[in-house]
């Protein structure tokens, strides 16, 4: 009997120890699975701060980089384009290479590059002076859409002046932008605003590119002949307080377009208020 109890108790003792061997080398795993649990938080934390750095880097880097250069929105109605086309002339002039493109969609001209290949549209700024370019629209053929981020930029660093169309209004003289209009290229250096003179006095549902906000923000009526004072009230609301706030201190100009002899002719917005009445 007692050597029977002693084997129990060495079988027992035994299996007591294997159980503590068990458990040592659980808690031992558990204590491998936390430390590299701890180490890939840490690594995780670590490539998300290398992310996060590199990504202000690249920021940092691009805006240097185009700083020196001139880069315009142009934006509101009546004479975007035209005043795009003018600007690039004077600047060929003194000898610029210039870029034009848009950030929403501009009618595509015969010589505009859709090839979104920055190295044929660097070579065209190089070879006349000037390019046109973007991506050819996928619901309209006869409009360009904005470049990718890549090319665009590649095409920005090797331009001296970059011209961009920033709003779009249906072919009419005057607009109040929706609540994610105009669209502002991030590094602009200046953003002109035109607005056309030539249909005041008539209905806003025919010369006012989305007239139905102005009945819904200020109660005018479809019917109500477009004022002076309208159009100040359209400049100042929709343009001037969303774009000039106290985080952003880019420069604006605003321009007025009159008719003269079927050709656009503009004028300032102090010669407008004299010459039209606007405050």
Not at 128 to 152: F, H, P, R, W, Y
Request: aromatic letters at 6%; one cysteine or more.
């Amino acid at each position: 009997q007692e050597k029977s109890k002693l084997e129990n108790e060495r079988t027992e003792s035994g299996e007591m120890q294997q159980v503590r061997r068990v458990n040592d080398a659980s808690q031992s795993l558990q204590e491998l699975w936390l430390l590299q649990q701890k180490r890939n938080h840490c690594n995780g934390l670590i490539c998300r701060q290398v992310r996060e750095l590199s990504i202000m880097l690249d920021s940092f880097l691009n805006r240097n980089r185009i700083m020196h250069k001139e880069i315009i929105s142009i934006i509101g109605a009546g004479g975007k384009t035209t005043l795009i086309h003018r600007l690039a002339d004077e600047y060929r002039k003194q000898n610029n290479k210039v870029l034009i493109c848009t950030t929403t969609h501009m009618f595509r001209e015969p010589e505009t590059d859709i090839s979104c290949n920055a190295e044929q549209i660097i070579a065209k700024m190089e070879q006349q002076g000037s390019c046109m370019a973007g991506k050819l629209d996928g619901e309209n053929s006869d409009k360009i859409t904005t470049l990718s981020e890549d090319v665009l930029r590649r095409a920005m660093d090797h331009a001296d002046v970059t011209l961009i169309e920033a709003d779009g209004s249906k072919h009419l003289p005057v607009k109040y932008p929706g609540a994610h209009e105009p669209v502002i290229y991030p590094y602009s250096t200046k953003i002109i605003l035109v607005m056309g003179l030539w249909t005041l006095g008539e209905p806003i549902k025919k010369t006012v590119f989305r007239y139905e906000e102005l009945i819904k923000r200020f109660g005018w009526r479809e019917e109500d002949g477009l004022t002076f004072e309208m159009l100040n009230v359209i400049i100042r609301d929709g343009y001037m307080k969303k774009l000039l706030t106290e985080e952003n201190s880019i420069e604006m100009q605003i321009l007025f377009t009159e008719k003269v002899n079927g050709e656009l002719h503009y004028i300032g917005y102090e010669e407008a208020g004299e010459k039209y009445g606007l405050q």
